[in-house]
């Protein structure tokens, strides 16, 4: 099963928002409402973001949202800070009883 | 506070056999689904396997089918995961993470800071 596709980078200036895709399949994205979406420092551990398409783990900023039409799931960062740079997965559930992860998105604070 | 510590990782030669552990702790260990993710070195995140809080439940990516087994004891707070027959492509990070409840092993909200498998002559 291909991975799901996401954007390779996405850049903009602090303050400023930004919204990263992830597109999949009625076998995945569009079957259930299994989206999450991860942070990642290289080096360090992945977290949580958002989870459930929508929900925000206790402690996340709600400058991060996220949301889904169809097959596709988009995580929102608005008011961009220098410590969102990172590189964002998007995960869903799938009908294989399996966890299909995105390729990733580097997200650059100009 | 959740602790997620991996260990077992290292350096190993195609074909053959490694036994990671992930020592929990700062929660009810049965409590949780768990999985393994893997990162392979300048790739992206990959799901390789889950298993339900009593481990009566055990999924795995097509790829390690048949040749990964992931286990835990709940006596220990541990989880195992044995890999064999491995391949160059096994090569990456692997992390342990714990998910939002028993059995949904598609939402971790904890992850440790991995252990490095390289498959290799």
């Known amino acids: 099963q291909s991975a799901l596709t996401q954007p390779a980078s996405v850049s903009a200036s602090p303050g400023q928002s930004i919204t990263i895709s992830c597109t999949g399949t009625s076998s995945d994205v569009g079957g259930y409402n299994y989206v999450s979406w991860y942070q990642h420092h290289p080096g360090k551990a992945p977290k949580l973001m958002i989870y459930d398409v929508s929900d925000r783990p206790s402690g996340v900023s709600n400058r991060f949202s996220g949301s889904k039409s169809g097959n596709a799931a988009s995580l929102t960062i608005s008011g961009l800070q220098a410590e969102d740079e990172a590189d964002y997965y998007c995960?869903?559930?799938?009908?294989?009883?399996?966890?299909?992860f995105g390729g990733g998105t580097k997200v650059t604070v100009l | 506070e959740v602790q997620l510590l991996e260990s077992g990782g290292g350096l190993v030669q195609p074909g053959g056999s490694l036994r990671l552990s992930c020592a929990a702790s700062g929660f009810t260990f049965s409590s949780y689904a768990m999985s393994w993710v893997r990162q392979a070195p300048g790739k992206g995140l990959e799901w390789v396997s889950g298993?339900?809080?009593?481990?009566?439940?055990?999924y795995y990516t097509d790829s390690v089918k048949g040749r990964f087994t992931f286990s835990r004891d709940n006596s220990k707070n541990t989880l195992f995961l044995q890999m064999s027959s491995l391949r160059a492509e096994d090569t990456a990070v692997y992390y342990c993470?714990?998910?939002?409840?028993?059995?949904?092993?598609?939402?971790?909200?904890?992850w440790g800071q991995g252990t490095m498998v390289t498959v290799s002559s």
């Open positions: 995960s869903s559930y799938t009908s294989s009883s399996t966890v299909i």
């Open positions: 993470a714990k998910a939002r409840t028993y059995f949904d092993f598609w939402r971790e909200d904890s």
């Open positions: 298993i339900s809080g009593g481990g009566d439940y055990t």
